[in-house]
């Protein structure tokens, strides 16, 4: 299991490479086998089976007698066939604890950071959100535009990289709890607490609520 376990965990890695860092672009080669187990401190055997891995999902694939390469069809701007966040269940604390760590303090930098428009357009997004829930339409999409856009206006990039790696978790987040009259009340009372703060101007507000806002989807997930 902890061997499993790790081999996930260097698959991710590989697959950071390249759909965030962008260093290897479809149809580029890896380095060779020591080179990448050096690089990434783990035996080659641990490599071998992240490959493998990542060769089941369709983003790499073999080439006997030249080496691994990305596949030339792979589209980087859609992670669902990989899974940095499909097993859930197990891995929602961590994914979680991450946007507890994160959200809030990018809540706080948006809200010192961002233009009118960019607050125009958190806000807008915030009521769209209502209103999907008022009328009992999926929210996932424009949940998403939520939390990304406060990230944006942070203007730090290195936020906007690690957004894509998190909004996954989001995504359960949202289909879990959309099930239950409290967990959506909650939604909406929480969002309209953050572009209260946000709107206003409120830095630490903005945090807070944030903070609130990720703490009430980890109850409504029984992650304590």
Known sequence: ??????????ADD????????????????????NDLSEELNISRTTLREAIRILVTNGMLEIRRGKGTFVKKDIDLSTMESFDFAADAKINARDLYEMRLIF????????????SDAEIKRI??????????IQRNE???EVEQKFHQSIVKATHNKFMEKLMPVIYQAINKGVILSKKKELAILDTVNDHKMI??????????????????????????????
């Open 123 to 132: 806000l807008g997004y915030g009521l769209q959100i209502e209103q999907k």
């Open 195 to 224: 572009m209260e703060f946000m709107r206003s101007r409120n830095p630490e507000g903005a945090k807070s609520a944030m903070k609130i806002h990720i703490l009430h989807a980890m109850t409504e997930l029984g992650i304590e």
């Open 14 to 33: 590989i697959m950071s490479m390249i759909a965030i860092e962008k260093r290897f672009l479809p149809g580029d080669k890896l380095p060779n086998e």
């Open 138 to 140: 999926d929210r996932t």
């Open 1 to 10: 299991m902890i061997q499993k376990r790790l081999s996930d965990s260097v």
């Open 103 to 114: 959200e809030p303090e990018a809540a706080y930098y948006a809200t010192i950071r961002a």
